[in-house]
Every structure is written in C-alpha cells, then in structure tokens.
C-alpha cells in the first residue's frame, strides 16, 4: 500500500526522538515518516545483502518487516552478514535477524518465513507486502522473485555481488523492466561460481545491501529518481560506478503463472550429468587417503585442482597443484602428464566437484583417476582437525 491514509498513522515520543534527523529533511518530514511507518517490506535472504538491508530498513522505521530464510548462521558467514553474531553459529538465520532488528528499532513488526521460497508459496508470501527485495544469491531464486513480483505488480529491488563486484537496479516498477529483460535466459549450472566456490570481498555486499534499502525508501517515500531502467554496476578494486540502460523488451514471453524454477535453470539436468558423470570415475575416501599416505606408497600421485590461493590456505601433504582452469584450457594437462610419469592418479579440490571434473577432462585424454570424496574439507573433518577449513 504506497499511498496509505496517513490519518490513521500516528508517531510515538520514542518515535519522534528516534526519527528526528529524518524529519527535519525537507525530503521526509513528518508525512514521509508516517509513509515509512505505514509502509510493508519483504526482505528474501539474510545473507550478505539481505544483513545490510535489514539493518538499515529497521533504523529508517519501516513499520513492517517481512524475512524469508531457511538457513542457519555459520561461521563463515561473519565475514559479510553483520547482522548475525557470534553467539548466534548454529541457529536460524531468520530469528538472529529479528533479534538484531528489535534490538536497533523495537517499533518494527517482523514477520518470519522459515522456509525455502518456492513457486508453491512464493505468491501468498509476498502477497501481502508493498516492496520485495532481493537478496538470494542463485538464479532459481531470482526469477522466482521476478516472476511473482510480476503477477503481483509489486517493485523488486534487486542487487547481486561476485568477489569485488556488484550490482543493482528496481524491477518491475512503473512500467520499467523486469529481471527477465536483463537476463532472457538463465546461464548453463556451474557457470557462474558461487561465493563459497569464488569468493566475496566482505564489505561489497555492505554497498550493495544500502542500495537497495536506499531505493526501497525512495519507492515508499516517492522521492528522486530511481534505479528503473538502469543497472548499477559497481566494481570495488577499482572505486567504479557504471550504468547501462534497461529497457522492456516488447516480444518478452508473458509470464501468467510460476513454472518449477529449478528444472527451467537447468539444475536437475546438471545434477544428473554430474552423478552420471561420478558413478565413471572412481572415489576413495580421505581415510582410504590417509592410509594409503601412511604406507608410505609411492606409485601414485595427489593432485589438487584448487586455485592456487586455496592451496595456500590448506593441503593434503604431498600433493601437487594443477588448477581445474589450467586442465579446462588444456596446459594443464600436459603437465598432468608430465608429473605422472606412469604413475597412478588421484585427485583433489575442496569438496570433490571440481576434481570430478577435471578427472572426467582427463579421462578424455586417457587419463583415468581417482576422485576423492569430499575433497580437502572431509580430510579436515575426518582426518586431521589442524588444516584449516574455509
């Protein structure tokens, strides 16, 4: 409801004490609090984006906070989620989230989703709020968002980040275009790495989650000129703003209902090449590993297939580094011929998906191996507690 009765909205002492430098800005004043106040947001993710987000909407009085999230909070996810805490490893993301919101503005209303978002629930979760915004980090996910916002006629605002960069702009608002417009069709799985897999610079997702509390706030207050019809994109190594143009495409498909999001991303499909892919390569466990290390056996060789600034964090002893992106471009498999010299081959990464892959480039160039399973992380789990997890 963006244009409320404001009659009906009143402010608190507390209220006026806590909002005061909102109401002296011409911009805002006491008319645009009560719009804040009045107003519903709905908040998908409270991770990197979503942390910043929430923070912010909280202090600026949003009267209705809505959270969707079926995560708990790890510890690696202090590093860019400032909303969540230490004493908090381990619980739902979504009740650390509305602790910290209470704790900054008690005046809010938050409303609690423990549940993945899906094309069964999406449209009676965000029914009911004015405002959706983004903060998933996976393609599914986002046209999920887009296509009920579209059903819906309701504003997304949307961001996403990768290590140093980031991006930004409003969907479906005032006649501009939707993320369908900027993305027709979703990339091939595994294409673009996640951040556990690539990595994020902590603070991007800081810029991007305040702008898009920033355009949330202008939707509602009705004020400047937002991000419709232009993407932000914003690179932190360099100190870079970008803009480029969004315009509606005309010959778009019509989206009239939620389709299954997950098989339109192609995700299925890949989990099947992929385990199709596994059950041709043989796996070892990281004790088969240990065991074999400990017996002194020296007809194999250990390739890892990290990046080389993983490798740096953490190795298994005795193994050699090859890149994954160096056996995909093919120098890297001539060196794998070359550290072989007829020995056998088992291989490595973090988790075991990357190494399965490079074993099956291998195995095209008659290389067969062994993949082990779990990869250095299981090793760490299982075998020795001293190599550092990440």
Same mark, same amino acid.
């Given at each position: 409801?963006?244009?409320?009765?404001?009659?009906?909205?009143?402010?608190?002492?507390?209220?006026?004490?806590?909002?005061s430098?909102?109401? $002296?800005?011409?911009?805002?004043?006491?008319?645009?609090?009560?719009?804040?106040?009045?107003?519903? !947001?709905?908040?998908?993710?409270?991770?990197?984006?979503? %942390?910043?987000?929430?923070?912010?909407?909280?202090?600026?009085?949003?009267?209705?906070?809505?959270?969707?999230?079926?995560? $708990? !909070?790890?510890? %690696?996810?202090?590093?860019?989620?400032?909303?969540?805490?230490?004493?908090?490893?381990?619980?739902?993301?979504?009740?650390?989230?509305k #602790?910290?919101?209470?704790?900054?503005?008690?005046?809010?209303?938050?409303?609690?989703? /423990?549940?993945?978002?899906?094309?069964?629930? @999406?449209?009676?979760?965000?029914?009911?709020?004015?405002?959706?915004?983004?903060?998933?980090?996976?393609?599914?996910?986002?046209?999920?968002?887009?296509?009920?916002?579209?059903?819906?006629?309701?504003?997304?605002?949307?961001? %996403?980040?990768?290590?140093?960069?980031?991006?930004?702009?409003?969907?479906?608002? =005032?006649?501009?275009?939707?993320?369908?417009?900027?993305?027709?069709?979703?990339?091939?799985?595994?294409?673009?790495?996640?951040?556990?897999?690539?990595?994020?610079?902590?603070?991007?997702?800081?810029?991007?989650?305040?702008?898009?509390?920033? =355009?949330?706030?202008?939707?509602?207050l009705?004020?400047?000129?937002?991000?419709?019809?232009?993407?932000?994109l914003?690179?932190?190594?360099? &100190?870079?703003? *970008?803009?480029?143009?969004?315009?509606?495409?005309?010959? *778009?498909?019509?989206?009239?209902?939620?389709? #299954?999001?997950? &098989?339109?991303?192609?995700?299925?499909?890949?989990?099947?090449?992929?385990?199709?892919?596994?059950? @041709?390569?043989?796996? &070892?466990?990281?004790?088969e590993?240990?065991?074999?290390?400990?017996?002194g056996?020296?007809?194999?060789?250990?390739?890892? !297939?990290?990046?080389?600034?993983?490798y740096?964090?953490?190795?298994?002893?005795? %193994?050699?580094?090859?890149?994954?992106?160096?056996? =995909?471009?093919?120098?890297?498999?001539?060196?794998?011929?070359?550290?072989?010299?007829?020995?056998?081959?088992?291989?490595?990464?973090?988790?075991?998906?990357?190494?399965?892959?490079?074993?099956?480039?291998?195995?095209?160039?008659g290389?067969?191996?062994?993949?082990?399973?779990?990869?250095?992380?299981?090793?760490?789990? =299982?075998?020795?507690?001293? !190599?550092? /997890?990440?």
């Open positions: 409801m963006l244009n409320p009765n404001l009659d009906d909205i009143q402010l608190s002492r507390d209220e006026y004490d806590r909002y430098r909102h109401l $002296i800005l011409p911009e805002v004043g006491l008319e645009g609090q009560k719009r804040l106040k009045a107003a519903s !947001v709905l908040c998908i993710g409270t991770g990197g984006l979503g %942390s910043p987000l929430l923070l912010y909407l909280a202090a600026a009085g949003i009267g209705r906070i809505g959270i969707v999230d079926f995560d $708990i !909070v790890d510890r %690696s996810n202090l590093q860019r989620q400032v909303i969540h805490g230490t004493s908090w490893v381990g619980k739902p993301k979504i009740a650390s989230a #602790d910290r919101i209470l704790e900054i503005n008690p005046n809010c209303q938050v409303d609690l989703f /423990e549940t993945r978002l899906s094309a069964d629930n @999406a449209l009676d979760i965000m029914r009911p709020y004015d405002i959706v915004v983004d903060g998933t980090d996976n393609f599914p996910t986002r046209y999920l968002v887009n296509d009920a916002c579209v059903l819906l006629d309701k504003p997304n605002v949307y961001g %996403s980040i990768f290590r140093f960069e980031g991006q930004a702009t409003v969907f479906n608002y =005032e006649g501009g275009p939707n993320y369908r417009d900027l993305y027709p069709e979703p990339p091939p799985p595994g294409l673009v790495p996640s951040c556990a897999e690539g990595g994020v610079l902590g603070i991007l997702p800081g810029i991007i989650g305040v702008i898009q509390a920033t =355009e949330t706030i202008k939707i509602i009705g004020k400047g000129t937002t991000l419709s019809g232009r993407l932000l914003y690179n932190s190594l360099d &100190m870079t703003f *970008r803009e480029l143009k969004l315009r509606p495409n005309p010959v *778009r498909p019509v989206i009239d209902g939620l389709i #299954d999001y997950e &098989m339109f991303c192609g995700i299925p499909q890949a989990k099947e090449e992929e385990a199709k892919q596994q059950m @041709a390569i043989p796996e &070892m466990t990281v004790q590993l240990k065991a074999l290390l400990d017996s056996a020296d007809d194999f060789v250990l390739l890892d !297939v990290r990046n080389p600034n993983e740096d964090i953490a190795q298994i002893p005795g %193994s050699v580094l090859v890149p994954l992106p160096d056996i =995909e471009n093919g120098d890297g498999i001539t060196k794998v011929k070359e550290v072989l010299n007829g020995h056998r081959l088992i291989a490595h990464c973090k988790m075991g998906g990357r190494s399965a892959k490079a074993l099956a480039i291998l195995k095209e160039s290389i067969e191996g062994t993949n082990v399973k779990g990869g250095i992380q299981a090793w760490s789990r =299982e075998v020795d507690a001293s !190599v550092p /997890e990440y």
